[in-house]
């Protein structure tokens, strides 16, 4: 039998024990909020609210027509496996009881389909998404091979949304805020300098560059090594007849300014900065002169 793609089919297509979790569910059940608990394992750290009141009037008229899966603790007490998004936007619209499937699961099962149904959603941002991949390997001892099969997605689109957590932690905001895109982060990535990355992120927020633009200064920022630059030095002796041209990039620009050629009339003009104002005003420069 030829195995399906697990994408679209819910747990079942991504949990191995989805036939004896069907065993364990016992129908719909209608069960009291004020007894239900959030989900400690709840991978999501942050609802948008506006979408939450639009929820919870769509309940006020018709009700929750979708149950959640809890499963019941030792103090009669329930905790949310999955469906905590239609929980909050229940008590917003001000609904006693829910209906709510109930399942038997221990913490680690409990974990392990929360993050997976949670990480099959759109409102996630990319690093929420992130951390879940990691807490499936380290907390459910999932190797990447395997969380890929189970989530449904390349191994290689795994490994770059782990990468993502090793970005500094202000990158790392501007992505969850949308600042900057995952094209944007993966680009940063590259780079081995943490004050780099961060510098180049604030240029994306201040100028607005695309993601093509950063994978350019990347690409030029690693083809860099210290003998191109002894190569420079070298050869900055200009012809006469190109010292007005140095001295009017000198005056042109509010920083130190190389101009080399190689006597065949190829060569490199750099421009120099002593620190992120002085930048920003030669990016001013240039862009006036659009």
Known sequence: MVKKNALGR???????DADIIKEQISGVAEVEISKIEANPYQPRTSFDEDKLEELAASIAQIGLIQPITLRKTEDDKYQ????????RAAQIAGLIRIPAFIREANNDSMLEMALVENIQREDLNPI??????????DECNLTQETLSTRVGKKRSTVANYLRLLKLPAEIQKGLREKQISVGHA?????????DTQIMLFRQI???????????EIVRE????????????????????HLQPVKHLLDNFFPAPVKL???GDGKG??????RSENELHEIVKILENQK
């Open 10 to 16: 819910g747990l079942g297509a991504l949990i191995d």
């Open 80 to 87: 949310i496996i999955t469906g905590e998004r239609r929980f």
């Open 128 to 137: 929420e998404i992130s951390i879940s991949y990691q807490r499936l390997i």
């Open 186 to 194: 993966k680009a940063l990535i590259n780079i081995e300098e943490e």
């Open 205 to 215: 927020l201040r100028y607005d560059f695309s993601v093509r633009k950063i994978e």
């Open 221 to 240: 920022l690693s083809e860099q090594n210290p003998e191109k630059e002894k190569e420079i030095k070298v050869k900055e002796n200009l012809p006469e």
């Open 260 to 262: 080399a050629t190689n």
């Open 268 to 273: 490199k003009i750099i421009i120099s900065f």
